[in-house]
């Protein structure tokens, strides 16, 4: 059986790959520069050269390897491969390689990405970063890297959450780049976790802020191009990402209604399996839920599970049913007694909301998949309309980093003795404060009967 699939697994990737047109001996040279808007060079800006795979067709992701490599103790071991260097005082970058270092397999071209980033500024949690995937097809190439810092804004209200973000501007990018025009989308991500993705994303465009349930971690603006054909000296296939410095949001929302309830799976004759605790409802946005039913049991066949329920425990009227991790086709129904069923709506993408223009009774939530339901990754349930609050999304990041601990030297620890109070108050200070007021009260008393008598 595995023997036609591996067939044609090779001939998928025979058709997708491009062939190489250099030398596998051949010296190359990857230069450069960094600027940012206007033309200003970045200099002493880390690079990392990755070759990132075997694919012909170049498509750009929010995270990659070479951007994880920048990060001197945080890198993962596959960094240990990266070519590292540094922008010299104009910008200016240059990497030496063979041809054989930019194929792979079989001796097809790979796709190499240069990535590099800006220190965070104050008001950010990271800083703004830049990913240029490219084909080797020529013996000499100069990559144009650029860095995009727009302004940021994001603000809930009535209108629900609104955000807005400074476009590309003119010029950033070379023209045969910028033919294609940028795609923006905004992501809000709590570590390497992806909370939600707004894609086709425009300056001032609304959403629904309860897609971001409770959570708090970091927002940036993300503009990319695809598949852009140009010339061979620019790296023939190319993609960009230009992502704004990242900052932290807090959502005002509450969690849904479903959070933390259990929930069952059926297989294809209809039977239930109660699945405690519910890794579909535990308010992670990324793990796979992989529910077992056979736990060690001799002779037992795990079931398919064709479908995924979960019990609200009452009944609700509910409002909104977000789905994540359904990258086929997904059935989206509620019901009141667990037998007549009313479809919501079908998912067909990672991340999937249905909202209800009036609020549904339901005590019930079925999610259906093709072929199964193993992919999702969490089912959420909203009950009526919530008030969102006036404000803006963003906060302090000083909120989420952490503070260094330093050890004081011991004079500083001499001159930082802990106080009398709590709050670092001296209460001899105090002491002194009243005795000084009370001496003047009794020196005024004293003047004024001596008035007075005279």
């Not at 001032?204 to 971001?212: E, H, I, K, Q």
């Not at 500083?412 to 005795?435: C, M, R, Y």
């Amino acid at each position: 059986m595995k023997r036609p699939i591996v067939l044609v697994t090779l001939a998928m990737l025979t058709v997708a790959c491009t062939a190489s047109r250099v030398d596998p001996k051949a010296d190359i040279e990857l230069s450069g520069s960094v600027q940012r808007a206007g033309g200003i060079p970045v200099a002493g800006s880390r690079l990392a050269l990755s070759l990132e795979g075997d694919a012909g067709d170049v498509l750009i992701a929010i995270t990659t390897i070479g951007l994880a490599c920048l990060d001197r103790e945080a890198g993962p071991a596959i960094c240990r491969r990266a070519r590292m260097t540094s922008t010299r005082s104009n910008g200016g970058f240059r990497y030496d390689i063979k041809g054989k270092d930019t194929q792979s397999t079989f001796g097809y071209s790979a796709v190499l990405s240069i990535s590099t980033a800006l220190p965070r500024k104050e008001n950010e949690t990271s800083g703004s970063s830049t990913t240029y995937r490219f084909h080797v097809q020529t013996e000499k190439l100069n990559l144009p890297i650029r860095m995009w810092e727009p302004s940021l804004a994001a603000q809930t209200g009535s209108f629900g959450a609104r955000v807005s973000f400074s476009r590309v501007p003119a010029g950033l990018v070379p023209a045969q780049l910028g033919r294609g025009g940028q795609r923006y989308s905004v992501v809000f991500a709590r570590g390497d976790e992806v909370v939600w993705r707004l894609g086709g994303a425009r300056s001032g465009m609304t959403f629904d802020p309860r897609v971001l349930e409770d959570s708090s971690g970091s927002m940036r603006v993300v503009a990319s191009a695809n598949d852009l054909r140009v010339s061979e000296s620019l790296g023939d296939e190319v993609a960009f990402t230009m992502r704004s410095g990242a900052r932290a949001y807090e959502s005002p929302m509450d969690p849904p209604v479903s959070r933390d309830l259990g929930c069952s799976v059926v297989d294809d004759h209809g039977k239930r399996y109660p699945i405690a605790p519910c890794a579909l409802t535990d308010g992670t946005f990324t793990k796979t839920f992989s529910p077992i039913i056979c736990t060690g049991a001799t002779g037992c066949v795990e079931p398919r599970h064709s479908a995924a329920f979960i019990d609200l425990g009452r009944r609700v009227s509910a409002s909104l049913v977000v789905v994540r991790g359904c990258d086929t086709t997904c059935r989206v129904e509620t019901s009141l007694d667990g037998r007549t069923w009313r479809l919501g709506g079908v998912a067909q993408s990672n991340q999937a909301a249905f909202p209800f223009t009036r609020s549904v009774p339901a005590r019930y939530v079925r999610v259906s998949g093709s072929p199964a339901v193993e992919g999702l990754t969490e089912i959420s349930v909203w009950s009526g309309t919530p008030r969102v609050a006036e404000g803006s999304l963003l906060v302090s990041p000083q909120r989420f980093l952490p503070i260094p601990s330093v050890t004081p030297t011991s004079n500083e620890q001499a001159k930082s003795k802990p106080s009398s109070t709590d709050g670092g108050f001296n209460i001899w200070v105090l002491v002194a404060a009243v005795l000084l007021a009370g001496v003047a009260g009794a020196s005024l008393g004293l003047f004024v009967r001596r008035k007075r008598s005279a």
